[in-house]
């Protein structure tokens, strides 16, 4: 922790110093990323995001369409109710996401059209113990 700027002392001189005993003390020698290319490449155009990106990417979040999380959200819903230890926990995965789908049919948000209708639940549970039987 670097201490206060004393009164007095123009505010450049004062940063001027602070860096020039921080160089002296060795402080910048072995900096994490020195003498690399800084991330993203010249050929790339500035992106005033590009923070919120990365770390976006980093963390595995995404800004998606409402229709478009939903159609992401049924995909699980399937493998979920696939990998499901009982029919009633498949029953359930699925009658959950048809209640979202059904929603969006009905009252549908701004952004592409979702382009699914409710899973059949009894097909699934169906496939379910076809999988679960061979798995046997």
């Not at 493998?79 to 009658?95: C, G, N, T």
């Not at 899973?119 to 549970?125: C, G």
């Not at 999988?131 to 046997?136: G, K, V």
């Amino acid at each position: 922790m670097t201490e206060r700027k004393p009164p007095g002392i123009p505010f450049e001189s004062w940063v001027d110093k602070q860096i020039r005993e921080a160089e002296a003390r060795g402080d910048f020698a072995h900096l994490t990323g020195a003498g690399k290319p800084l991330p993203g490449g010249a050929d790339t155009s500035y992106d005033e995001l590009w923070w919120i990106k990365r770390k976006m990417a980093r963390e595995g979040l995404s800004v998606l369409p409402p229709t478009l999380a939903l159609r992401k959200e049924a995909e699980d819903a399937l493998a979920a109710a696939a990998k499901a230890p009982s029919e009633r926990i498949v029953r359930k995965i699925v009658e959950d996401i048809n209640v979202k789908i059904r929603e969006v049919m009905f009252k549908p948000p701004p952004g592409p059209p979702l382009g699914l209708k409710p899973y059949d639940v009894e097909d699934v549970v169906r496939q379910w113990r076809e999988r679960r039987a061979a798995a046997e």
